[in-house]
C-alpha cells in the first residue's frame, strides 16, 4: 500500500485548504482513511477519520465543524477540506490506512500505512 499526500501549503488565518491522499495497493482488509497531523515538538494527533466506504466520519474536538473528511473510492483518494484555519492548525499533515478496531482509530500507532506528510502553515 503506498499513500500520497498533497495540497498543503501556506495560508492565512480564516482560510481554506484541502489535502488529498491518493492510495494504490489497497486491499479491504484497509478499512479505515484516517488525517492525523504532526506540529513541532508536540505528538502526532488524531485529526479526521473515515471507513472505505464513506461511512460514519469522526473529527477531533478541535477541528470539528470546520474539516470535512471525504473519499472517493472510485479514484482511490481520500479528501479534507480545512475551512476556518488558525495558527494552531499549522503542522504536517499524514493520512493513513489500516484496519484497526473501531475504538482505537484515533490512535497512530494503530496504522500500518502512512503517506510522506505535507505541510500545512497558517499565518496569523
Known amino acids: 500500500v503506498q499513500l500520497q499526500a498533497s495540497g498543503g501549503g501556506l495560508v492565512q488565518a480564516g482560510g481554506s485548504l484541502r489535502l488529498s491522499c491518493a492510495a494504490s495497493?489497497?486491499?479491504?482488509?484497509?478499512?479505515?482513511m484516517t488525517w492525523f497531523r504532526q506540529a513541532p515538538g508536540k505528538e502526532r494527533e488524531f485529526v479526521a477519520s473515515?471507513?472505505?466506504?464513506?461511512?460514519?466520519?469522526y473529527y477531533a474536538d478541535s477541528v470539528k465543524g470546520r474539516f470535512t473528511i471525504s473519499i472517493n473510492n472510485a479514484k482511490n483518494t481520500v479528501y479534507l477540506q480545512m475551512n476556518s484555519l488558525n495558527p494552531e492548525d499549522t503542522a504536517f499533515y499524514y493520512c493513513?490506512?489500516?484496519?484497526?478496531?473501531?475504538?482505537?482509530?484515533?490512535?497512530?500507532?494503530?496504522?500500518?500505512?502512512w503517506g510522506q506528510g505535507t505541510q500545512v502553515t497558517v499565518s496569523s
Open positions: 473515515i471507513t472505505r466506504f464513506g461511512v460514519t466520519p
Open positions: 495497493g489497497m486491499t479491504f482488509s484497509n478499512r479505515y
Open positions: 493513513a490506512t489500516g484496519s484497526p478496531v473501531h475504538s482505537n482509530r484515533i490512535f497512530a500507532s494503530a496504522y500500518a500505512y
